[in-house]
């Protein structure tokens, strides 16, 4: 999805107003106000609300999905597959803090593209749970719920943008903490 200069400053703002007001807290006026021009000025680059919304969702999923294929298409060991596919995950939510709480938590307020974002991000969990299951098969580990598994991990990465203050960890330290979290709890005392 390529955005038009003026697209790209709508969306930044409604970011940041989605992200203090919701998603459904938030409208068009306001949006408006923060960007100092008339709500119908806004009509001549956006459809409606939703499709900012439409913007933040589908553009991050496509970065996720961006960032999954880089993993799948290594060659690499298992192990060192597991703590790319943590680091390449965690790095898109960090990096995007705000607009990963806004597709964490406003996704359901898609109305006309809501089953299309619902099969997106089933594509997306199935694509790791498929990663995943060959990485524990290739190194002869035990998974007894590769749905749970999958479900664990990628909801502790989409929400570890609460855990931290933007001003005193590093992502470095963050991506680090998790990736040692995750991993020593799904293989025990096995450093990776």
């Known amino acids: 999805m390529e955005l038009k200069e003026k697209q790209r400053k709508i969306l930044d703002?409604?970011?940041e107003l989605f992200k203090e007001k919701g998603y459904m807290g938030s409208s068009v006026r306001d949006l408006?106000?923060?960007?100092?021009?008339?709500?119908?000025?806004?009509?001549?680059?956006?459809?409606?609300?939703?499709?900012i919304l439409e913007w933040i969702c589908f553009g991050i999923a496509q970065e996720f999905f961006d960032e999954l294929q880089e993993v799948k298409n290594t060659n690499i060991a298992p192990r060192e597959k597991l703590n790319l596919l943590l680091d390449k995950h965690l790095s898109v939510v960090l990096k995007n803090r705000d607009v990963t709480h806004i597709y964490s938590n406003e996704?359901?307020?898609?109305?006309?593209?809501?089953?299309?974002?619902?099969?997106l991000r089933k594509n997306y969990q199935?694509?790791?749970?498929?990663?995943?299951?060959?990485?524990?098969?290739?190194e002869n580990w035990e998974l007894k719920s590769p749905s749970?598994?999958?479900?664990?991990i990628?909801?502790?990465?989409?929400?570890?943008?609460?855990?931290?203050k933007?001003?005193?960890?590093?992502?470095?330290?963050?991506?680090?903490?998790?990736?040692?979290?995750i991993l020593f709890g799904l293989l025990g005392n096995q450093k990776v």
């Open 13 to 15: 703002v409604a970011v």
């Open 32 to 51: 408006a106000t923060k960007l100092n021009i008339k709500a119908a000025s806004l009509y001549a680059h956006i459809r409606s609300k939703e499709e």
């Open 107 to 119: 996704w359901k307020h898609l109305e006309e593209k809501l089953p299309e974002f619902i099969e």
């Open 126 to 138: 199935q694509e790791v749970e498929k990663l995943i299951s060959e990485i524990y098969r290739a």
């Open 148 to 152: 749970f598994t999958t479900r664990f």
């Open 154 to 164: 990628l909801h502790t990465l989409n929400n570890s943008y609460f855990w931290f």
């Open 166 to 181: 933007r001003s005193s960890d590093s992502t470095d330290e963050i991506t680090e903490e998790i990736r040692d979290k």
